[in-house]
């Protein structure tokens, strides 16, 4: 009730008065700070749009549907999009897009596990295994992002062979500087039912997993899913595979006048990038993990031991449920860092949305306000997406009130 | 044809990159292009073996091939796939500036037509041209608003525009390229100063 009738009382004050009321006072600054900002923002646009038009520079988005007229490293974007130089500029965007989030996927997967694995060994109490991780944490961290991308692209180029003296497993996976080929699979007709089987074996070994889990509720008795779960997720499709003639043709890559031709290339680029991103990530995570295991009480660990639980159970079923609760939202946020820090890849050519959109659409067309914009729309767009994600989290990982 | 499939080292966002795109596809090359920000990474990826081939101007590519540990290792292809004409740039608006760049050039071309050079300027004395670009008996300092030695200071300075060229990058120098279409119109190039007066 207070708020509402917060003024209603002035209308008796004296001018005098008025200006040294608080209440007035503060709402005052706030309207005038409001104004200020407003009356800046509208000054800069006001000049840009003069200057704009006193340069003759024709702003809009036409240029998204202009041909591009020049190639991108063909990467995971190019082939989906199935761009060449008669593409349009707005496809170019899109093969940025994917390219983006390519690298932030597998960034981030990796950096998880990997964090995961080394914030959990920097608290074993195995002597060398803690300070290795210790000095994994302390050597990546301090080091400058970009200066280890720039590092990890230079080991790639440098260290590896020419295409012509690849390292070749068996013929079926080659490693050179230009990248890693693999075969690329092309599914044949019937390959769907593989699918179906998989999709059927992943369901089924969920269902089996709770059906133990609750006769293990009921009646304490354990068992061990993994045998099963592997028959049902890896087994099951690949007998259907088999019945069905191994529905799957394999591209292998083969050597041409210049590059291995054919298969899935992985190029230095996109390998240089992520793995950087991973490794430099990783650290980040690994301290947000062992900040959460440490925040889990001491006794919680003694009660789990005084039940005869072993230290891995202990550290599965008490310690990390709790730890993660505490570890996650930092963990969200390398995880938006890491995808931010991907528009790094400008410095070594990695065509994503800074270096091929923000990058070479904007020396081509120079049309800068704009694709500046759209690029910062998008990365804002990615941020919100994953503060989103991690309020929903927090809300369903904070302790439940008993 | 020769060049299809190979691995090609472009700077990002420049004239090349398209040029080289239209070239490729009206002649049925297909080419995997290796995009970098500045053509200092272009060569290290050249050097790396990240490609096969390096492209940009030709004059761009002299200078980056006379910076290798070993010019010899690498070629310059003799087809040119474009038109690159390089030359001085002005601000626009400022013509005062501009005719002063612009006639700095026309003086530096009708020198080495005229045969005038940095070491001949104080004693050739053959014909009008040659008077008007030592600065005797010239009006073009008025309208420049230069001081009336202008062109004899140039020449006797940094020479005519075959001394300059043959001095920085000619085929001498650790770039080597040759006069091409840089030759006077004379000799069968493009260079073509109107009269100097």
Redesign the interface.
Same mark, same amino acid.
């Given at each position: 009730m207070k708020s509402i009738n917060k003024f209603s009382n002035l209308k008796n004050l004296t001018f005098k008065e008025l200006i040294y009321n608080n209440e007035v006072r503060a709402l005052f600054i706030q309207v005038a700070t409001v104004v200020i900002i407003f009356s800046l923002f509208y000054v800069m646009i006001q000049n840009l749009n003069e200057n704009i038009e006193a340069r003759g520079i024709v702003s809009g988005f036409t240029f998204l549907e202009g041909r591009s007229? %020049?190639?991108? $490293? !063909?990467f995971l974007g190019s082939y989906i999009v199935k761009f060449s !130089?008669?593409s349009t500029n707005l496809e170019v965007f899109y093969v940025a897009i994917i390219n983006t989030f390519v690298c932030a996927g597998v960034g981030i997967i990796l950096s998880t596990i990997l964090g995961l694995l080394i914030g959990i060994a920097r608290l074993s109490s195995n002597y060398l295994i803690s300070r290795l991780s210790n000095a994994y944490i302390e050597l990546f961290r301090n080091i400058p992002i970009l200066l280890q991308i720039l590092f990890w692209y &230079?080991i790639f $180029? &440098?260290a590896l062979p020419?295409p012509k003296k690849s390292i070749s497993f068996l013929d079926f996976i080659f490693i050179n500087?230009?990248g890693f080929y693999l075969p690329n699979p092309i599914p044949q007709d019937g390959f769907l039912w593989v699918f179906i089987a998989f999709i059927i074996g992943v369901g089924s070994a969920i269902y089996l997993k709770r059906h133990f889990k609750r006769k293990q509720d009921e009646t304490g008795q354990q068992t061990n899913t993994i045998g099963y779960s592997l028959a049902l997720i890896l087994l099951f499709p690949i007998v259907v595979f088999l019945l069905l003639g191994s529905p799957l043709q394999l591209d292998y890559a083969i050597l041409?006048? %210049? &590059?291995l031709?054919g298969g899935l290339a992985i190029v !230095?680029e996109f390998v240089a990038l992520t793995l950087a991103l991973s490794v430099y990530t990783a650290t980040y995570i690994a301290e947000a993990i062992r900040s959460g295991i440490e925040a889990v009480d001491k006794g919680q660990k003694e009660a789990a031991a005084a039940i005869g639980l072993t230290p891995i159970q202990s550290l599965k079923l008490v310690v990390l449920p709790q730890a993660l609760r505490v570890a996650i939202p930092p963990t969200i946020n390398q995880y938006l860092n890491l995808t931010k820090n991907s528009s790094l890849a400008?410095?070594?050519?990695y !065509?994503e949305l800074m270096?091929?959109f923000g990058?070479?659409v $904007?020396?081509?067309v120079g049309q800068a306000i704009e694709i500046l914009t759209m690029v910062m729309v998008v990365y804002l767009v990615i941020s919100l997406a994953i503060s989103v994600l991690l309020n929903y989290v927090n809300k369903k990982m904070a302790i439940q009130g008993r | 044809m020769e060049m299809s499939g190979a691995s090609v080292c472009i700077q990002a966002g420049t004239t090349t990159e398209l040029n080289l795109a239209d070239w490729a596809g009206a002649n049925g090359i297909s080419y995997d292009s290796v995009v970098v920000e500045t053509s200092a990474q272009s060569l290290d990826g050249f050097l790396a073996g990240r490609c096969d081939v390096l492209t940009s101007d030709v004059s761009q590519l002299a200078s980056l091939r006379a910076a290798m540990d070993d010019p010899d290792a690498a070629v310059i292809l003799g087809n040119v796939i474009s038109k690159e004409p390089l030359g001085p740039v002005v601000r626009q608006g400022d013509d005062e500036w501009f005719n002063i760049v612009k006639w700095t050039l026309i003086a530096m071309i009708q020198a080495e037509e005229s045969g005038v050079t940095s070491e001949n300027i104080d004693t050739v004395t053959t014909n009008p041209t040659v008077e008007r670009l030592a600065g005797r008996a010239s009006q073009t300092h008025e309208y420049l608003h230069l001081s009336p030695s202008w062109s004899y200071d140039i020449i006797k300075q940094v020479g005519n525009y075959g001394e300059s060229f043959e001095r920085n990058i000619g085929v001498n120098t650790p770039i080597g390229l040759s006069r091409g279409p840089n030759q006077l119109w004379t000799k069968g190039g493009i260079l073509y100063a109107p009269a100097f007066r």
């Open positions: 007229g %020049f190639d991108i $490293l !063909p !130089p008669n &230079n $180029l &440098n020419h500087n230009r041409g006048k %210049f &590059n031709k !230095p400008a410095a070594i050519g !065509p270096s091929a990058g070479t $904007l020396n081509q | -």
